[in-house]
Antibody
Framework: VQLVESGGALVEPGGSLRLSCVVS????????MNWVRQAPGKGLEWIADLRNGATTYHYADAVRGRFTISRDNAKNSVYLQMTSLRADDTALYYC?????????????WGQGTMVSVSS | DIQLTQAPSALSASVGDRVTIACRTS??????LNWYQHKPGQAPKLLIYSASNLETGVPSRFSGAGSGTHFTLTISGLQPEDFASYYC?????????FGQGTKLEIK
């Protein structure tokens, strides 16, 4: 399974950005899809997930109401729509898959796409 | 939210050493605890899932133990490629949370 993110950029505070992730090697419908980020010099932070039915999702408090995760199984793609961006959203954003299992884990990771929020 | 605290935050060791990293959770997560390795410029990699199960393809020198609120990751016989950062992560509840990380450096 391979995941490739795109869409990262430099954006001004208050701006919007849409990240994309294409999954190959297996049908994406088999996975829960997540976004995890890492701010410069910091640790890993999970921010959102979306189940296969695309109606069950969860968000971290830090992004709830500003970010929206979505998926298109036909295109094997997952997206992260980011609005009202702030400086503390600056991070490397990873697309991550979770296979359906009793104990969920982050099985496969993309290489990440960088989002910088600055004026 | 469930808080995860790793100890130590940084560790210096030599090739061939045995090292142990601890992860404590603020409430019981049963065995819903995973470990990841992260090298600079690379994607994180799943090492251990469900506290003690070795992910396919991960060398057997890595092992995990624990349940409830106390967990450990042990590397027996450090290899040069093992110097990296390590993170524990819980998946019993949302939000999914990670420990702050342990950076393993060459002595």
């Amino acid at each position: 399974v391979q995941l490739v993110e795109s869409g990262g950029a430099l954006v001004e505070p208050g701006g919007s950005l849409r990240l994309s992730c294409v999954v190959s090697g297996a049908p994406m419908r088999n996975f829960v899809m997540n976004w995890v980020r890492q701010a410069p010099g910091k640790g890993l932070e999970w921010i959102a997930d979306l189940r296969n039915g695309a109606t069950t999702y969860h968000y971290a408090d830090a992004v709830r109401g500003r970010f929206t995760i979505s998926r298109d199984n036909a295109k094997n793609s997952v997206y992260l729509q980011m609005t009202s961006l702030r400086a503390d959203d600056t991070a490397l954003y990873y697309c991550v898959s979770t296979v359906l299992a009793i104990v969920p884990r982050f099985d496969h990771w993309g290489q990440g796409t960088m989002v910088s929020v600055s004026s | 939210d469930i808080q995860l605290t790793q100890a130590p935050s940084a560790l210096s060791a030599s090739v061939g050493d045995r090292v142990t990293i601890a992860c404590r959770t603020s409430q019981s997560v049963s065995n819903y605890l995973n470990w990841y390795q992260h090298k600079p410029g690379q994607a994180p990699k799943l090492l251990i899932y469900s506290a003690s199960n070795l992910e396919t393809g991960v060398p057997s020198r890595f092992s995990g133990a624990g349940s409830g609120t106390h967990f450990t990751l042990t590397i027996s016989g450090l290899q040069p490629e093992d110097f990296a950062s390590y993170y524990c992560q819980q998946s019993i509840s949302f939000p999914r949370t990670f420990g702050q990380g342990t950076k393993l450096e060459i002595k």
